[in-house]
């Protein structure tokens, strides 16, 4: 059994507190259903890594869209809400990490 399988029973069993509850039976339609922990960054590095168009949400509860080759100026930037630009050299791990990585588009 994996760590996120042991996760996940760990917090079916703190819901209930009934021994005859059927909880590998809630954990096999919960994985059914397509749950995944979200994966967690932890750098500025990891997150310029990820492809565009990629989005992290960051401790503060911000969302940031990665956009690659930013209008065509040869650099990368994130995107938080109603435009706002950050390059990706400013990205800082000290304001933005550990992120949430909310959607990554696959190849």
Known sequence: MSN?????FGIIYAVTDDPD??????????????????RTITTAEAANDLPDRSMI??????????????YGAGKDAWERE???????ELLS?????PAI????PQP
């Open 101 to 104: 990585v909310l959607y990554e």
């Open 57 to 70: 949400l960051t401790p503060g509860k911000i969302a940031f869209q990665k956009w690659e080759d930013y």
């Open 93 to 97: 791990d000290s304001d933005h990490f």
């Open 21 to 38: 509850w059927a909880v590998s039976e809630v954990h096999d339609a919960v994985l059914a259903a397509g749950y995944r922990k979200p």
């Open 4 to 8: 996120a399988d042991n996760e996940l």
């Open 82 to 88: 109603l435009g706002q630009f950050v390059p990706a």
